[in-house]
C-alpha cells in the first residue's frame, strides 16, 4: 500500500494515497461537515459532486478553498479545517443554502432528522443575513413519494441513486442556475415518469424535498373505527431496522417488542408477512421446477430463466423497461399480496366477516409496496386486499405518538394462522434470501430427499451481482442474484439477447434488499448498518425451529384447508399476477 | 489569360456583414464586369479586418488603399476611379480625427499602427474560403516542418520556450499543457478546441475562426503530433453560423489537400477533425465543463483534478486549447520562440487580441503586444472616448473580470498585471465606459449574466451570485444600505473563495473591483440616495419646474400613470409617490420645464 | 406510461436524424440542434423520441435541452427577434431598446406575440460590437438601433 504523509490542523498522519482530505481527517479524530457527500463503504454507490461546498478547508499554497470530499491527500499537504476563513466561509455558503431554502422546519416531515437541519444546528446558525428569492416549484405526490422540489439542495444523491446505481432515469437536474433542482422530465408528476418508486431516492436525500406518502392518519383511523377489523402484518426486515429509531443498536432484532407494541396500538390480530414468504416459496418453487422440469423435457414454449416477483419496484422497473420480458418473472404475487388476498379471502372467511370490514395493514420496509397495494388487479370489486401499506419509519412515529415506550416492552408473539413462519420467510428481508429460501424447498421437493446442508453461504453477501452453482442431486441449477435495479438491469440484458445462463434470478431493487428499503430508518451513508441488519436476519432465521417453507405446519394447513395445491386454480386465482407493458408508445397519427 | 492585377478585399466578418458587406461585394464584382475588369481585378471576401467601427471596410492591393464605410452605391466609383484610373476615392478614405487629413494606408492609421497582428495576421488578408491563400502565406509549412524536422518533444520545447499563455483567460502555459497531455499513456487522446467564446462583448475567436480557419486547424495537427492525438474536435458556439461555415469548408478541403487525414504528408500521422456545437452556456468555456457538453451532457464542471489532460473527452486525455492559442502556434515554429519570446513583458510573451468596445471612437478587434498600456489601446488606437466625454472605466475580462479606473492607464497589460489589479486578461473583451456609465449598474450588469449563466451545480455561485445581484439591484432602487455593502463585501470573497469552477470564482471580480475603485459612487448611491451618471431611474426624480410650466397640460396627458395634477394654465406638479420614473412627460414638454435630478 | 402522439413523417424525420449520428448518446446536442432546426422548438414529444432512440432518459434529455439557453420548447415567433445584451451593446443602451420591444408588443423576453409574428429574446453577443445596440430580426441584423428606430423596425414586418 502507498501511503501519503499530511498535517491536517497541525497533526501529522499518514493515509492511503488517493484518500480523500474528508476521510483522512476522519482518521485523525477530525469531522469535516459535508451535506453532498454520500457513499456506502464496499457497495460502490458514491456521490461526490463536490456541489454543496460545506466541506471546504483550507490547503495550504492554494488560492482558494478546497472541497474536502474531493481533494485527495498529497505528500507534505498541509490542510486547515477551522480557519477563521474556513469557519466564515463555510458559515456563508450554508446561510447561502438556507436562504433558497423553506422555513417550515416545525412541520417538515423530515424535522430532526434532516442533514441541513441538524448543519445548521452543529454551526450555530442563528439568523439569515442572505434573504432573497426562494426558487419555488409544484409540489407533486405520488401513490409513494412525495417531491417538495423547494427543499431541494442540488446535493444530486438522488439523481446519482436513480440514474447510477438505479438506472431507472426518473430524475435528473433541470433548468440552471438559480432555478436549477433535480426533477422528472418537464417537471412531470413522478407518477407519469418512469419511477419505480423504489424509495431510494427518499432514502437519502438529506432534507425534506423527497418524502414518503405518510398514511399513518389512514392506520389510526381504521383502529378506532369499531366497525373494522384491523389486522396487520410485518415484513422481514423491518423487525431488523426498527430498533434504530428508539436507539437501540443497528441489527438489535425487536421482533418480540414489535409484536407487542403493534398489539398495543390496537390491531386485532399481529401477523407475519413471513407466513405469507412462506406461501410465496411453495407458489414460485413449484412454478421453478414445473417451469425447469418442462423446459428440460424440450418444451419450447418454456422461457428460462425464471425471475423472482416480490419486489414490487422491480416489478415496476421491468414493466417500464423491458415488457418485451413480461412473460419471464415468476407470476407469483409479492408476500404482501398473497397475505392480503388470503387475509380477505381465507382468514375473513375463518372470521365469519366480509372482506370490506377487515382492513389489511402492512409494515414494510420499502415504499414501492403502498403503489403495489393500490394496484388495480390487487382489489376485488374496489375494495384493495391490503388497504394500507406504511414504512418502518412510519410504524416508529405511531408508535411513539402513542406514547408507547417501545424499549420497555415485553416481547409478544405473533397470533395464528398467519403469524407462523420459518427461517425462509425471514431471509426474504436481505439480498440472496429468496432465492436461497427458494433453493431450501425446491431442493427437498425435486430430489425427495432432505437437504444435507440447510444455509447456502454462497448465495449470501452484499455484492451487487452473484452468482452461484446448487447441486440438485446431478441437476445443476445456475442461479443469479442481482439487488440494485442497475444490477439488474445488467442481468436482464442478458436475458433479453438470450445470453443468460441461469436457470433463476433473484432481483431486488435495494442495495442490500429490503434491509436496505427506501422506507427504513435512514443509514444516512453508513453500510455498516445494512451489514447488521443483514447479520440480524440470518441470525433470526437461524433462530428458528423450522427453516423450509413447506414444513411450515399453517402453510401445509392452508393448502389442505383451502388452496388444494400450489399452482392449483384457487391459487393461479388468488396468489398470481400479470404484468403490464408500462413503456412509453409512440402513436404516429 | 490575363493576370490578376488588383485584389479589391471586402470584409466578410460578422461586424462588416451586417452592414451589408456582401452587397457592396456583389456591387464591385458586377461593376468590375460592366467595365471589363473581371480578368485584371478580383474580389475577395475576406475575414475580419478589426476596424468594426468603420465598417464595411474595402481595402483594394497592392496599394493597401483602405476605404471605411463602403456602401453598395460606392461601388461603381471604386471601379470606375480605382480600378481603371488609379485614383484614390477621396472621400472614402479614413479621416484622421487629429490631424483632420485623411489617411490612405491602414499602416499610417493610428488604429493600426501600435498593432502587431500574430494572430490575426491572415484576418483581412485571404479568402477564408480558399486553401490555397492560405497556403501562398506559408499555411501549413509549420505542420510540415514539424512533421519532418522535429519530435513532438522539440516542438512541445518551442512552445515552452515562446512562453505563450492560454488565451482563453487563465493563461496556462501552453507547452506545458501541451507536455503533460503527451506524457499520459492512452490509447486514444484527443485534441479539443475551444470556440465557445462567451464573454459578452468579445469576438476574437470567431473573427480568426471567419478569417483564418486553416490557421487553427494547422495548430490542431500539430498539437495532435505532439500529445499523441489521432482526432480533434472543435467544440463552437451554434450562434456562430459564419465561423462554422468556413471552418467546415476549410476542414473539407484540408482532408482533400491531405492535411488531414491518414498518414499526413507521407509521414505516418493521422489527424483528423470534426465539430461539436455548444447550445448557449457560457460556463462551457470551462474545460470540464466543455468536455461534459461534448460528451451530450449538462455543460458542468467537475472538480480538477482529475485534469483533462489525464481524463477528458470519454475519459481520454485531452488536450483543450481555445482558437487564439491555437492561431499563434504554426507562426512561433516558422519564425522560432526566441522571436516570439521577444515581444512582451517577461511573463507574458506575445500578442493579446481584444475586442476594444464601449465608448471609444474606434470600436473594433485589435491585436497588441502584452505590456502595451491602457492609455496607448483607449486613447491611441481606441482614438479616445467618443464625444469628447470623460473617460471613467474600462473593463477587461468580461463577466470574470474588473473594472480598472484612470489609475491603471499606465499599467502595462499582461496576464499578472491585470490580476494584480483585480482585474483579468479573460478571453480579452475590453469595454470603455465614460461619465454617462453608473458602475453600481455595471456591477449589476455582469452580476445578471453570471446568474444567468450560472450553471447551478454548486451553492455558492447558484444562490451566492443570484443574492449579490439582488443586493445590487436593492442598491440601484436606493433601498441599499451600509450594511449591505459589508455583505456585497464578504459574499464575494466567500463565492471568489469557494466557487467549484473558474465562473464562479471570478464571478465576484466586477462586484470586488468596483467596489475598489469606486467605493465613493455605491455609498452615494446608498447614503446620498443618488445615481451621478443618472442611470438608476429609482435614484432620479422627475420634478416641475414651477416658473417654467405654463399649465399646456400635455405632460398630464403623456403621464400613463396619472402622476401629474394640476389646473389649466395653472403650474402642474408630480406626485413621487404613483411616478413610475417612464420620463414621458420630460419628452412631451416643449418648455423645459420637466427637470430630472 | 407515457404517449406519444406525433405524424408519422416527423417521427420518421426524428429518427432519420438520430440515425445520420449512430443513435449515440454522446452526439445528444448535436441530435437535438437538428431536431430543432426541423421542428422549430423542442417539444416534450420529440424530446421522448430522441430519447427512446438514443437509449437515455427523457429526464435526461430533459435536463439538457432546460439546461442550454439556445433549446427552447416554445415556438418562437415566425420572425423572432433577438436583442443583443452583450456589454458592448449594454453601455450602447441596449436595455432602452429591449424596453421599447416589450412596450411595442406587450411580451415580455422568451414569449410571442398571440398572432406568432414575433417572439423576444435577449442574446449574447454577436460580435458586431461596432454596430452597438445591435438588434436581429431573423437573420436580420440592424445596428445602431435606438428606441424611436423600433416602431419603423417593426413597421417592416406588420404585413408579412
Sequence with gaps: ???????????????????????????????????????????????????????????????????????????????????????????????????????????????????????????????????????????????????????CIMCRRCEMMCNDVQTVGALSAINRGFMAVVAPAFEMNLEKSPCTYCGQCVAVCPTGALTEVDHTRDVISALADPTKTVIVQTAPAVRAALGEEFGLEPGTLVTGKMVTALRELGFDYVFDTDFAADLTIMEEGTELLDRLSRYLNGDKSIKLPILTSCCPAWVNFFEHNFPELKDVPSTARSPQQMFGSIAKSYFAKKLGIDRKDLVVVSIMPCLAKKYECQRDEFKVDGNPDVDFSISTRELANLIKLANIDFNSLPDGDFDHPLGESTGAGVIFGTTGGVIEAAVRTAYELHTKKPLPKITFEELRGLEGLRSATIDFDGLKLNIGIAHGLGNARKLLEDVRDGKSQFHAIEIMACPGGCI?????????????????????????????????????????????????????EKSHHLLHTHYFDKSTQIIVE | MTQIKMHLLVC???????????????????????????????????????????????????DNTFYVQVN?????????????KGRKVQRLLYLDPEKEKTVSDDRHMTFYKKQIRIALRNCGFIDPENIDEYIARDGYSALAKCLTEFTPQQVIDIIKKSGLRGRGGGGFPTGLKWEITSRVQADQKYVICNADEGDPGAFMDRSILEGDPHSVIEAMAINGYCTGASKGLVYIRAEYPLAIKRLQIAIDQARKYGLLGENIFGTGFNFDIELRYGAGAFVCGEETALIHSMEGKRGEPTFKPPFPSEHGYLGKPSNVNNVETYANVPVIILKGPEWFASIGTEKSKGTKVFALAGKVNNVGLIEVPMGITLREVIFEIGGGIKGGKEFKAVQTGGPSGGCLTARHLDTPIDYDNLLAAGSMMGSGGMIVMDEDDCMVSIAKFYLEFTVEESCGKCSPCRIGNKRLHEILEKICKGEGTMEDLEKLKN??????????????????????????????????????????????????????????????????????????????????????????????????????????? | MAIIKLPECKVNQLKEICKSFNNDSGELINVLHKAQDVFGYLPAEVQEIVAKELNVSVAHVYGVVSFYSFFTMTPKGRYPISICMGTACYVRGAEKVLDEFRRELGVQVGESTPDGRHSLACLRCVGACGLAPVVMVGEKVYGRVAPEDVKGILAEYANL
Aim: charged fraction near 25%; include cysteine.
Design chain 2, 72 to 84: 453598395p452605391d460606392d461601388a461603381e466609383e471604386i471601379v470606375k476611379e480605382h480600378v481603371l
Design chain 1, 1 to 151: 500500500m502507498e501511503t501519503v504523509k499530511f498535517t491536517i490542523d497541525k497533526k501529522t498522519i499518514e493515509v492511503e494515497k488517493g484518500t480523500t482530505v474528508l476521510n483522512a481527517a476522519k482518521k485523525a479524530g477530525i469531522d469535516i461537515p459535508s451535506l453532498c457527500y454520500f457513499s456506502l463503504d464496499g457497495m460502490k454507490i458514491e456521490n461526490k459532486p463536490g456541489g454543496c461546498r460545506v466541506c471546504v478547508v483550507e490547503v495550504e499554497g492554494r488560492r482558494n478553498l478546497a472541497p474536502a470530499c474531493a481533494t485527495e491527500v498529497t505528500d507534505g499537504m498541509v490542510v486547515r479545517t477551522n480557519s477563521m476563513r474556513v469557519l466564515n466561509a463555510r458559515r456563508t455558503v450554508l446561510e447561502l443554502i438556507l436562504s433558497d431554502h423553506p422555513f417550515d422546519c416545525l412541520v417538515c416531515a423530515k424535522s430532526g432528522n434532516c442533514e441541513l437541519q441538524s448543519l445548521a444546528h452543529r454551526m450555530g446558525v442563528r439568523e439569515i443575513p442572505y434573504q432573497g428569492a426562494q426558487s419555488t416549484y409544484r409540489k407533486d405526490t405520488s401513490p409513494s413519494i412525495i417531491r417538495d422540489v423547494d427543499k
Design chain 1, 516 to 568: 436496505g428499503g427506501g422506507g427504513q430508518p435512514l443509514h444516512h451513508g453508513d453500510a455498516s448498518i445494512l451489514r447488521a441488519r443483514q447479520k440480524a436476519i440470518y441470525q433470526e432465521d437461524a433462530n428458528k425451529p423450522i427453516r423450509k417453507s413447506h414444513e411450515n405446519p399453517y402453510i401445509i394447513k392452508l393448502y389442505e384447508e383451502f388452496l388444494g395445491k400450489p399452482l392449483s
Design chain 2, 491 to 597: 459574499l464575494s470573497q466567500v463565492i471568489k473563495d469557494t466557487s467549484l469552477c473558474g465562473l464562479g470564482q471570478t464571478s465576484p471580480n466586477p462586484v470586488l473591483s468596483t467596489l475598489e475603485n469606486f467605493w465613493d459612487e455605491y455609498v452615494e448611491h446608498v447614503v446620498d440616495k443618488k445615481c451621478r451618471a443618472g442611470v438608476c431611474k429609482s435614484l432620479m426624480k422627475y420634478t416641475i419646474d414651477q416658473e417654467a410650466c405654463v399649465g399646456c397640460t400635455a405632460c398630464a396627458r403623456a403621464c400613463p400613470v396619472n402622476a401629474i395634477s394640476g389646473e389649466r394654465k395653472q403650474p402642474h406638479t408630480i406626485n413621487q409617490s404613483i411616478c413610475i420614473k417612464c420620463g414621458a412627460c420630460m419628452e412631451k414638454c416643449k418648455f423645459n420645464a420637466v427637470l430630472l435630478q
Design chain 2, 12 to 62: 466578410g466578418g460578422t461586424g462588416c456583414r451586417s452592414s451589408h458587406s456582401e452587397l457592396v461585394a456583389k456591387a464591385l464584382n458586377e461593376s468590375l464586369a460592366n467595365h471589363g475588369l473581371d480578368a485584371e481585378a478580383k474580389v475577395v471576401s475576406t475575414g475580419c479586418f478589426g476596424f468594426c467601427e468603420k465598417g464595411p471596410i474595402v481595402k483594394v492591393v497592392p
